[in-house]
């Protein structure tokens, strides 16, 4: 009974994520950005859903406006699951929650939006269904539809896709207990997806194996970012470079300067920060969503809901 007790507890209390932009010179001096009211957005910002945390953004920037998905965990009775929301801006910092715009009856969560020949894609994270799926905007943004599966099996984490040297290259984790970062490619997007001869590129490494957002190029330089999960899932997120990258052959380094992104100590990003998608200006500077937590007391109306749950779910 007391572990059950515990167990419980520990759904109603726990850690709480907020989303924040970042900027800086480069993806490795990110910020919080002057004139930003950080964070932009929390659980608070979907008037009538019951959001217990928001995290893990990727945005994107089309005709002018930023379109920014995000995982929003949907508290609703008979839901209690991950799903992909949207927020939109003009300037980058004064957003506007748009909706849910792609749910199914798993959990989603680190929605990877890109573009490739004029087309959008996402791959959200989707391990519960036991897949890798590609999904495409029919139409941007607001509707997103099943194109492909991409690859099959339960232990596919945080998936981040690249086009590199007329390649298509997937880091993903492959066993979030002990640290493996796992790594494939294609001719194509749509595939067949082969697993790379070096890999797993990261074993048994909590440092640096789980991907923590978008990889980039930086001055021809390919930058992947990871989350330090040492002592505990997301703590802080570190650079790593990859320096070769073929068919046959995977180098990388860690860059000097890590962590690039850790807990301020205080507010919405006390305790740690776990993810960063970062985007080069026209002008050469750098601007980044990014998603920090802290621990909070979950309130009034989650905690009714949560018992409420309980009893349809031991309901005859």
């Known amino acids: 009974m007391r572990q059950w007790a515990a167990y419980q507890m520990k759904r109603v209390l ?23 009211g950080n964070p932009i957005l929390t659980r608070n910002s979907m008037p009538g859903l019951l959001a217990t945390f928001v995290a893990d953004p990727f945005m994107i920037p089309v005709d002018g406006t930023w379109f920014m998905f995000f995982e929003l965990m949907n508290w609703r009775p008979g839901c209690r699951k991950g799903e992909i ?3 939109t801006s003009r300037d980058a910092r004064t957003w506007k929650y748009e909706g849910i715009v792609l749910a199914e009856p798993f959990h989603l969560s680190y929605p990877y939006v890109f573009e490739w020949n004029s087309e959008y894609y996402m791959v959200p994270e989707s391990s519960a269904a036991g897949s890798v799926r590609l999904y495409r905007a029919k139409p941007f943004p607001n509707r997103w539809v ?8 339960p232990v596919h984490f945080d998936n981040c896709l690249f086009h590199r040297s007329g390649r298509w290259w997937m880091l993903t984790e492959t066993d979030e207990q002990l640290g493996t970062l796992s790594l494939f490619h294609a001719p194509e997007l749509a595939g067949p997806w082969t697993e790379h001869p070096r890999s797993p590129v990261v074993r048994s490494d909590l440092r640096i194996a789980r991907p923590a957002g978008r990889v980039v190029s930086v001055s021809d330089r390919l930058i992947r970012f990871a ?13 790593v470079e990859i320096t070769r990258l073929t068919t046959t052959e995977y180098e990388e380094t860690e860059i000097g300067g ?19 998608d970062p985007h080069r200006l026209e002008d050469g500077s750098w601007i980044a969503c990014v998603d920090g937590w802290s621990n909070h007391v979950r309130r009034p109306r989650e905690i009714i809901r949560w018992a409420a749950d309980r009893f349809y779910e031991s309901a005859p």
């Open 146 to 153: 099943l194109d492909t599966i991409l690859l099959r099996g």
């Open 227 to 239: 989350q330090d999960c040492r002592s505990q899932y997301g703590a802080s997120v570190s650079a």
């Open 14 to 36: 726990g850690r709480v994520y907020s989303i924040g932009i970042y900027a800086g010179s480069s993806p490795l001096e990110l910020r919080a950005s002057g004139g930003v």
């Open 85 to 87: 929301a949207l927020a």
């Open 258 to 276: 890590n962590p690039v992104l850790a807990g301020s100590g205080q507010g919405w990003n006390q305790l740690g920060m776990h993810h960063v």
